[in-house]
């Protein structure tokens, strides 16, 4: 039984689930080097915002891929996606908004340390 508040955070974390699993769509951690180290998402591609705004980019992913930012609570992946799709081109990459990391690991997203 996944918390309500999973259920109101844009994109709903049922779908990023799912893409992420299936292999659809990459999820990627903007938040520090400290936070990643704390604790991260199995699987999700860690590039801080600092450096999206410094023109350093997702390695490995594509501008057309499906991509879904978190950060902690969603204010730095929110600026992420800006810097992704004005300054980069990136035409599929969603923040998640509401909510971040502490959401996705309380949904079942598998967690490294």
Same mark, same amino acid.
């Given at each position: 039984d996944n918390? +309500?508040?999973?259920? @109101?955070?844009?994109?709903?974390?049922? $779908?990023?689930?799912?893409?992420?699993?299936?292999?659809?769509?990459? /999820?990627? %951690? @903007?938040?520090?080097?400290?936070?990643?180290?704390?604790?991260? /998402?199995?699987?999700? /591609?860690? +590039?801080? @915002?600092? %450096?999206?705004?410094?023109?350093?980019?997702?390695?490995? $992913?594509?501008?057309?891929?499906? $991509?879904?930012?978190?950060?902690?609570?969603?204010?730095?992946?929110?600026?992420?996606e800006q810097?992704?799709?004005?300054?980069?081109?990136?035409?599929?990459?969603?923040? /998640?908004?509401?909510?971040?990391?502490?959401?996705?690991?309380?949904?079942?997203?598998?967690?490294?340390?």
């Amino acid at each position: 039984d996944n918390s +309500t508040m999973a259920e @109101v955070l844009s994109p709903p974390l049922h $779908v990023v689930f799912d893409h992420f699993n299936s292999g659809e769509a990459k /999820i990627i %951690d @903007v938040r520090t080097d400290a936070e990643w180290d704390a604790g991260h /998402i199995a699987g999700a /591609i860690h +590039t801080p @915002v600092q %450096d999206i705004a410094e023109g350093i980019l997702p390695e490995g $992913v594509s501008t057309d891929a499906e $991509v879904y930012l978190h950060c902690q609570s969603g204010r730095r992946a929110t600026r992420a996606e800006q810097l992704l799709a004005s300054n980069f081109g990136f035409t599929n990459a969603q923040a /998640i908004q509401n909510g971040g990391y502490p959401e996705l690991s309380e949904f079942g997203f598998p967690r490294m340390r």
